[in-house]
């Protein structure tokens, strides 16, 4: 009987192993694009559309776009200027009330789930 109840025991440590856990869902980055014309201070974006698992990701899932914003290319000691949270459908961010010069922007996509992806590539942008 001893046996039995250790043999079942082992089986259902088994059958509930970490192995059986789903891949994490983990938000890759948009992809921040650049203007269509030199000293244009906008930015647009396009939004992924898969978890790093290859799960889809429904659109209405990304609930906020944040767009990052630096006088400098980023570096570890570059000081972050502001911060937008815009609605991540919208695609592309026209700046009114830049000083001149060089922007550099990256921007990162929360999800309904409230995971924020790593930062994106990094765009220069000029504004006159």
């Not at 856990?21 to 938000?27: D, F, I, S, Y």
Request: proline share 12%; aromatic share 10%; glycine share 4%.
């Amino acid at each position: 009987m001893k046996r039995l109840i250790l043999l079942v025991a082992l089986f259902t440590l088994a059958a509930c192993s970490d192995n059986d856990t789903p891949a994490p869902r983990v938000l890759p980055p948009p992809i921040i694009v650049p203007p269509p014309e030199p000293c244009v201070p906008m930015v647009g974006w396009s939004l992924p559309t898969e978890y790093a698992n290859g799960d889809a990701i429904p659109l209405v899932d990304i609930v906020q776009l944040a767009i990052y914003a630096w006088r400098v290319p980023l570096a570890t000691d570059a000081e972050l200027v502001f911060k937008l949270d815009v609605d991540p459908h919208v695609l592309q961010w026209t700046f009114t009330e830049l000083d001149p010069g060089a922007w550099y922007f990256s921007g990162t996509v929360t999800d309904i789930f409230g995971a924020e992806s790593d930062r994106s590539n990094q765009v220069a942008v000029c504004a006159e």
